[in-house]
């Protein structure tokens, strides 16, 4: 009887460690998330100042605020080096008004993203983003419009008052404006990559160019 019961025992000691081995075998692959995931976290880096979504992607936060951080830079040497071709009759702070006006415009544009193609074994994939955009060139034309009526009306009386008037009549334009109906459309290309999250090596949708990518978003974005 005894013998019986160890034989018995053996062959469920037997069974579980072959299902246990199976289970380990079949372990599920972890999943990655689909491209249109990080394309979205930059768009709503750049739209929003959201930097939460960009992390959960494989980039540190310290990465996500200095890409933020460089965009607002980037948008604001680009804007004092167009307005000021007249003449340095702009400051530095007054233009901070400026950039202020649209990162809050952008943040009530709606969007659409969708994952184009994907293929995991070449690593390659394209999303494609759509987007409201800003309408500067409708904006210029009102501003225009108001500063002859400034100066017309005497608002204006001395050339060094225009700068500051102009910015600041801008911001509030920027503000007042509403986002274009029409979404227009780009295509991102993405690369498959290695990171680090959590001091883990993971697998990760990534831009193809960073460059590249973070201009295309940027054109979108505006409406000349």
């Known amino acids: 009887m005894k013998r019986q019961m160890k034989k018995k025992l053996a062959v469920l000691l037997s069974l579980v460690l072959i299902v246990s081995l199976a289970l380990a075998g079949c372990k599920k692959k972890e999943e990655i998330p689909e491209p249109d ?28 605020k200095k890409a933020l951080n ?6 604001k040497s680009s804007f004092m080096t167009s307005a000021n071709t007249a003449g340095n009759i702009f400051k530095s702070e007054d233009a901070d008004k400026v950039i202020d006006a649209l990162l809050h415009s952008l943040s009530k544009l ?4 969708k994952t184009d193609e994907k293929d995991e074994k070449e690593g390659t994939a394209t999303v494609i983003l759509k987007s409201q955009s800003v309408n500067l ?3 210029q034309s009102k501003l225009m419009a108001n500063v002859r009526k400034a100066a017309a009306s005497g608002k204006i009386t001395d050339q060094s008052q225009i700068g500051t008037y102009v910015l600041t009549e801008m911001a509030k334009l920027i503000k007042e404006t509403k986002p274009t109906k029409e979404m227009k ?3 991102l ?7 680090k999250i959590n001091k883990k090596e993971v697998e990760r949708w990534m831009p193809e160019n960073n460059y590249t990518f973070e ?8 409406s000349q």
């Open 37 to 64: 995931k990080l394309a979205e976290a930059y768009y709503l880096l750049f739209t929003r100042g959201n930097t939460k979504e960009i992390v959960k992607y494989g980039h540190t936060e310290a990465e996500a």
């Open 70 to 75: 460089t965009y607002k830079t980037s948008m």
């Open 110 to 113: 709606k969007y659409e993203v």
């Open 137 to 139: 060139s409708e904006i």
């Open 185 to 187: 459309e780009t295509t």
């Open 189 to 195: 290309k993405m690369k498959l990559k290695k990171v």
């Open 215 to 222: 201009m295309q978003i940027g054109r979108l974005l505006i």
